[in-house]
């Protein structure tokens, strides 16, 4: 499996994994290229299942290789039992990407099996059922496991004395899934005495459906059993026999009583909502007995604190990205005026038409760099406008850079995270201002040199050996990386120091996003709506309940716990937390694009 720069080996390259017990995948990666390089190794997928990551450990994090050296990264899973990941075939990819050249990846395909465990919760609702006669339950069966069984029903009672009968006695279960099967109890009743209990059990036989999905299939799976009563209530209580003689008329009115006593009020089984987040209540949408499918608006917010720890994350994360860019460029433009300080006329025209066009790539990524900066101080900059009362001038000009004397205003600002991130931005710009221009002129000097040693080199003369691109780059790579070894040492050491700054604002900004998305609050599942708790211009912590709901299917809400996952159309339009210049400059070309159709 290779691409022109990679070629990966995966050992095992076909995974059968069972869920609680250690899997270990070794991937040797081969760098092609004729640079340094540094690759990160990630699990992904599988589409239907995703393996998470927490349950992923990679050793090395990172694998530096020269050129036409391989090494070896170790994935190390370890998936709980309790996991339930999905029994069956599956397909996950082994990710392969450079850490300094984002066009450098490549994703192979690695099989997977998942092991199947069967495993199956029964209950009887109710437990005890009161009746004459006849009574009615149900046996309620959920699937805890991770591949689909068939279920069998069966009852039995000790005295022989219940006659059962069972809408379904053959269920097909999938995974996480609950099936409700009515049971009918019927048997004698006692004429006299103060009534009979009789215990019966409902036996559900499972079969392991893993062959349905790809997977081996348990021989054999232990049955499961729920037990229950059923309480008889006899015709005549032996109790007011004893008082007939003598009490008749008081005892016509208790077995009236007895027989037409009210029944208890059932039990609502709801549970609240809450958004996740704190902020003020923008708009309640819903109204107690209302019905609400699942995904339905119940709520949303306004405000909040999450949209503004969006945008400073965002802004963080934008600078991070530009300032690894930058620290890139000015190491090549230092290395490259170092060469060009020398004695550049005797350099081979070859080695300076490479040395050119890496200088003319490189002017591209500056210029990309200082077109990203720009967005931030131009984004920076209305944020702290749009929170001013008064405004000042600069706001209606946007001159770029901004003047010295409207800075030094910002700077006595120091508590206003607004100012400072204006601050900062424009500094940001500046300096990749200044890049831009240095490697735009070292590339402009180069093209001049290359100019008076007679132009680009004249092609080989036919049979003559002509030197490849690939040794070409390899020598302008060699000449660049000519400072001392503790120099370039701090150099690499410095680039993996911004990556891991570039990391640490990519989650906090993935946060809070999910933070913004959570502003809008849904129903999870079909629900009733019991009590709305707030209403509209109320501000509210994150763990506050908002709407109290119960199932539509009569099962027990049960909220869901953490954080919950924001849904897709309550994110930001076009937000994302970019990992790239290229990510970046393609995010602001979408959101130009949007803003000129808006």
Known sequence: ??????????????????????????????????????????????????????????????????????????????????????????????????????????????????????????????????????????????NLGNVPVNLWFSATDPSNAITFSMEDTEVLLPPDQEVRVPVGLKARRPLLGTGVVRPYSITAELEDRAGDVGAEATPFVEAVRAEATFGQRARINGRILTM?????????????????????DPVILSGPLTFGVAGVVDRVEVRPNEFVLAGQRLASMRGTDAEIAF???????????????????????????????????????????????????????????SSTALTGLSDSLGRYCEGTASPPPECASQPVPLPAEFITLLTTEATNP?????????????????????????????????????????????????????????????????????????????????????????????TALADVGRTVLRAPVDVIVIEVLVTAGAEVEGDAPIVVVERTDGRVFTPPGGNRA???????????????????????????SAASKG
């Open 1 to 142: 499996m290779t691409t022109a720069t990679i070629q990966v080996h995966v050992e095992p390259d076909h995974l059968a994994l069972i869920l609680g017990e250690r899997a270990s995948i070794e991937v040797e990666v081969f760098n092609g290229s004729p640079i340094v390089d540094e690759f990160r190794v990630d699990l992904i997928g599988p589409f239907v299942d995703p393996i998470r990551p927490e349950w992923v450990t990679t050793q090395p994090r990172t694998l530096a290789l020269f050129p036409n050296t391989s090494g070896v990264v170790v994935l190390t899973l370890d998936i709980p039992a309790a996991s339930q990941l999905l029994a069956g075939r599956h397909v996950a990819g082994i990710r392969i990407r450079s850490t300094t050249e984002a066009a450098h990846a490549f994703v192979a395909e690695l099989p997977i099996t998942v092991s199947s465990q069967p495993a199956i919760a029964l209950h009887m609702d109710p437990q005890s059922v009161v009746g004459g006669g006849e009574a009615e339950a149900s046996v309620v069966a959920r």
């Open 244 to 264: 007939i003689g003598f009490m008749l008329p008081v005892a016509a009115i208790l077995i009236a009583a007895f027989i037409l006593r009210p029944q208890t």
């Open 311 to 369: 945008q400073s994350a965002s802004l963080e994360l934008r600078r991070a990205i530009v300032d690894l860019e930058g620290m890139q460029t000015q190491k090549l433009v230092a290395d490259a005026e170092a060469l060009l300080g020398e004695d550049a006329n005797t350099a081979p025209p070859e080695f300076l038409q490479a040395l050119l066009e890496q200088l003319q790539a490189s002017v591209e990524s500056a210029r990309a760099v």
């Open 566 to 592: 924001p849904a897709t159309e309550d994110l930001p339009a076009g937000a994302t937390c970019p990992g790239s210049i290229e990510e970046i400059t393609v995010s602001d070309a979408a959101a130009a």
């Open 418 to 510: 607004l100012a400072v991130a204006v601050v900062d931005a424009n500094a940001n710009y500046r300096s990749a201002a200044a890049t831009l221009q240095s490697v735009q002129r070292l590339a402009e000097q180069t093209e001049m040199v290359l100019t008076a040693a007679g132009g680009p080199p004249e092609p080989a003369p036919e049979g003559a050996p002509e030197p490849t691109e690939d040794e070409i780059n390899a020598e302008v790579v060699a000449a660049l990386a000519a400072a001392s070894a503790q120099e370039q040492t701090e150099y690499e050491l410095s680039l993996l120091e911004q990556q891991a700054v570039i990391a640490e604002a990519q989650l906090a900004c993935r």
